[in-house]
């Protein structure tokens, strides 16, 4: 059973950039038919898919975040990470990594415990 | 961007009734449809994908259902730790999620 871990600073000033990774475990990231994906979630609000990438590093991004957003992997480490850079206080979410598995219509079918990122100076 | 819109925003219901929610997409997305169980400070939970396959684990009374634009999560029998907030995502395009339903004990 993949699991998921991300890790990283749970505080970033605003206007700087906030850098979260994703550890999974139990499984390759370079195995086919899996995206890598980052989930956002605002306190007491709804899920906003950030983007993925795959082992390829073939990267997707929402339009709304593709100018400030970065996802990379480390496959030999098996992690991915996220970049997200100039933020401000609307970027403050609890922030989940999760496997996108493609034969399974490209649902999110294993997520992270998420991590708290609070923007504030 | 692809919008899914659910409804009710929030349904009071008792243990043991049946309870249906209701995602319609701003565009077909034929069955690139998911459906996740969310509860209090834990990360969602994938029931359903391909709009009406059951996620292996998840108890046979939840289903789904629907194609195009217009998709159902349907929850028989209702037991206790189904009380939750339920999503839906389409991933036709770059995914989208619904704004959530939340399922409250009557």
């Known amino acids: 059973q993949v699991q998921l871990q991300e890790s990283g600073p749970g505080l970033v000033k605003p206007s700087q950039t906030l850098s979260l990774t994703c550890t999974v475990s139990?499984?390759?990231?370079?195995?086919?038919?899996?995206?890598w994906a980052w989930i956002r979630q605002p306190a007491g609000k709804g899920l906003e898919w950030i983007g993925r990438?795959?082992?390829?590093?073939?990267?997707n991004y929402i339009s709304s975040l593709e100018s400030r957003a970065v996802i990379s992997a480390d496959t030999s480490k098996n992690q991915f990470s996220l970049t997200l850079k100039s933020v401000t206080a609307a970027d403050t979410a609890v922030y989940y990594c999760?496997?996108?598995?493609?034969?399974?219509?490209?649902?999110?079918?294993?997520w992270g415990q998420g991590i708290v990122v609070t923007v504030s100076s | 961007d692809i919008q899914m819109t659910q409804s009710p925003p929030s349904v009071s219901a008792s243990v043991g009734d049946t309870v249906t929610i209701t995602c319609r997409a701003s565009?077909?997305?034929?069955?690139?449809l998911a459906w996740y169980q969310q509860k209090p400070g834990t990360a969602p939970k994938l029931l359903i994908y391909?709009?009406?396959l059951l996620q292996t684990g998840v108890p046979s009374r939840f289903s789904g259902g629907g194609s195009g634009r217009d998709f159902t999560l349907t929850i028989s029998s209702l037991q206790p730790e189904d009380f939750a907030v339920y999503y839906c995502?389409?991933?036709?395009?770059?995914?989208?999620f619904g704004q959530g339903t939340r399922l409250e004990i009557k």
């Open positions: 990438i795959y082992r390829s590093g073939y990267t």
């Open positions: 999760g496997r996108e598995v493609e034969a399974d219509g490209r649902s999110l079918d294993s």
């Open positions: 139990g499984g390759s990231m370079s195995s086919s038919g899996y995206f």
């Open positions: 391909s709009a009406s």
């Open positions: 565009q077909g997305i034929s069955t690139w």
């Open positions: 995502q389409q991933t036709n395009s770059l995914p989208t």
